[in-house]
C-alpha cells in the first residue's frame, strides 16, 4: 500500500508538473501574440498618422495672393509709376552698379 501511495504520489506531482509547463506555455505564447499585436497597432497608428499630415498639408496649401499683387501693381500704375518691379520707372542708376565704390577698371 505505501508502494501504490508513492506512485500515486509520483504521478499527481508529474501530472501537475507537466499541466504546469503547459500552462507556462501557453502564456509565453499569449504573450508572444500580444507583442506582436502591439507591434502591429503601433505601425497602423504611425501610418495613419502619417495620412492625416499629408491630409492636413493638402488641405492647408501655402498659396500666393495673386489678387492682391495684381490690385498693388494697379493701384502702381494709376499713380504713374511704372515700370518692371525690380527697376522702377527710371531704371538703374549708374552709381549703383559700381560694387566697390566711385572707381572702375577702365579709371572712370
Same mark, same amino acid.
Given at each position: 500500500?505505501?508502494?501504490?501511495?508513492?506512485?500515486?504520489?509520483?504521478?499527481?506531482?508529474?501530472?501537475?508538473?507537466?499541466?504546469?509547463? &503547459?500552462?507556462? !506555455?501557453? $502564456? *509565453?505564447?499569449?504573450?508572444?501574440?500580444?507583442?506582436? %499585436? /502591439?507591434? #502591429?497597432? =503601433?505601425? &497602423?497608428?504611425? !501610418?495613419? $498618422? *502619417?495620412?492625416?499630415?499629408?491630409?492636413?498639408?493638402? %488641405? /492647408?496649401? #501655402?498659396? =500666393?495672393?495673386?489678387?492682391?499683387?495684381?490690385?498693388?501693381?494697379?493701384a502702381k500704375q494709376k499713380a504713374g509709376?511704372?515700370?518692371?518691379?525690380?527697376?522702377?520707372?527710371?531704371?538703374?542708376?549708374?552709381?549703383?552698379?559700381?560694387?566697390?565704390?566711385?572707381?572702375?577698371?577702365l579709371g572712370g
Amino acid at each position: 500500500m505505501a508502494v501504490s501511495a508513492l506512485v500515486a504520489t509520483a504521478a499527481s506531482s508529474a501530472f501537475q508538473y507537466y499541466q504546469g509547463r &503547459q500552462q507556462q !506555455k501557453m $502564456q *509565453e505564447k499569449q504573450l508572444a501574440e500580444q507583442k506582436a %499585436a /502591439n507591434k #502591429k497597432a =503601433a505601425a &497602423q497608428a504611425e !501610418k495613419q $498618422q *502619417e495620412a492625416n499630415q499629408m491630409a492636413y498639408n493638402k %488641405a /492647408n496649401q #501655402k498659396k =500666393a495672393d495673386v489678387s492682391g499683387m495684381q490690385s498693388a501693381i494697379e493701384a502702381k500704375q494709376k499713380a504713374g509709376v511704372g515700370g518692371t518691379l525690380l527697376t522702377g520707372q527710371q531704371g538703374v542708376g549708374t552709381d549703383e552698379l559700381n560694387l566697390g565704390g566711385g572707381s572702375t577698371l577702365l579709371g572712370g
